[in-house]
């Protein structure tokens, strides 16, 4: 993209009546964002989808004085750019039909062959919320995943702080240009996540963190990764419209389940009933679902660490479950020789070790 592309670009994104899905269809029939102004307006009329009140503004030529002012801040402040046509524009997001047609970036993001989530949640997280998402962070480090959220108070964060801890790559995804960090008191994060992923916004420097700005940040946050994760939410929240757009993008959508009288988990209650959300009660839930596959060497090093972990009662579980793959708990107490109420409490002790994984039908098997 050469800086002549971008300068035309960043016009065509100026224009207020213009967003990015119309930004598509005119850049697909004009060839270019510089061939859209060259265009005349009767031709552009003929686009399907295409009114005279969505081009009504897009020859003024404020246009391109603002682009030449965010052009230069781009320039002097070393922020990358990624046209949705391009070859280094994020490869998830670029199959979304309202992904922006320009990304902006600041740090040093590799997203190539990666496997990617997102964590979002509410901003008021609980103590077990924070540790479940620490956990779950923590038990997934194997797999080497890119962590996305949108650097926000309560789950956004304690889902970065977790990655960085990890020595993962972690996104912050910003409702406002690169020229500020919100909230002013994460500051103090802002470097680590640079120097091991970064930030990406498609708002202007100029941009403020408004409340229609998260809600359409959120789109991004979707739209990078292969499943979002939602650990916990109010009956509303934002984190509930980033659920809406996965499931919208067709992605992976997983909910921590809650007791029904906690307001913080009445968001992940509901998803989960109206069936927008896996049930999320094991971390190792993931990687089963999107097929993550770990290489020989470091399952069975994994497996033998989970193994030095059982008492003896729940070594003779594992071994039967995985001699037998998925086995329901009856047949688990009959061939285990034990009382079906006290395998019950041993297959939940080891459900929580992360060994075994619940499944449905009442089945459980060896993760």
Not at 153 to 159: L, R, S, V
Not at 211 to 217: A, D, Q, S, V, Y
Not at 242 to 258: E, L
Not at 282 to 302: A, C, R
Request: charged fraction near 25%; charge should be neutral; include cysteine.
């Amino acid at each position: 993209m050469t800086e002549t592309d971008l300068l035309h670009l960043l016009a065509l994104q100026n224009v207020a009546k213009i967003g990015d899905i119309t930004a598509k269809k005119l850049i697909s029939h004009c060839g270019s964002a510089e061939g859209i102004f060259k265009e005349k307006r009767k031709n552009l009329l003929t686009i399907d989808g295409i009114g005279t009140t969505s081009i009504s503004d897009l020859f003024g030529k404020y246009h391109f004085e603002a682009a030449e002012k965010e052009l230069k801040f781009i320039k002097e402040n070393d922020v990358e750019c990624f046209y949705f046509m391009d070859g280094n524009y994020p490869e998830k997001l670029k199959h979304c039909i309202d992904g922006p047609i320009l990304l902006f970036q600041t740090g040093n993001i590799d997203l190539k062959k990666q496997r990617i989530i997102s964590i979002v949640g509410t901003r008021k997280i609980t103590t077990y919320g924070v540790a479940f998402c620490e956990q779950l962070v923590d038990q997934l480090a194997v797999f080497n995943p890119v962590i996305v959220s949108g650097f926000a108070y309560g789950t956004d964060i304690t889902a970065q702080k977790a990655a960085l801890k990890l020595n993962l790559q972690t996104i912050g995804c910003l409702a406002h240009g690169l020229n500020q960090i919100y909230p002013s008191v994460h500051k103090k994060y802002a470097a680590d996540i640079e120097r091991n992923g970064g930030f990406m916004t498609d708002f202007w420097s100029n941009s403020n963190p408004d409340r229609e700005n998260f809600l359409k940040r959120n789109r991004i946050i979707a739209g990078l990764s292969e499943a979002t994760i939602v650990i916990e939410s109010a009956e509303k929240g934002g984190s509930l419209v980033t659920a809406d757009i996965a499931n919208s993008y067709n992605r992976d959508v997983f909910a921590v389940p809650g007791r029904i009288t906690d307001s913080q988990s009445m968001g992940c209650n509901n998803l989960i009933k109206f069936q927008k959300a896996h049930v999320l009660s094991n971390p190792m839930d993931i990687p089963y679902i999107l097929n993550w596959e770990l290489g020989e060497k470091k399952k069975q090093s994994i497996q033998k660490q989970l193994f030095v972990e059982l008492d003896e009662q729940e070594k003779v579980i594992y071994n039967y479950l995985k001699t037998n793959e998925k086995q329901s708990l009856d047949m688990i107490a009959i061939e285990c020789q034990m009382p079906i109420f006290k395998v019950a409490g041993i297959l939940l002790n080891m459900e929580l070790k992360g060994v075994i994984r619940p499944l449905p039908g009442k089945l459980f098997e060896v993760i």
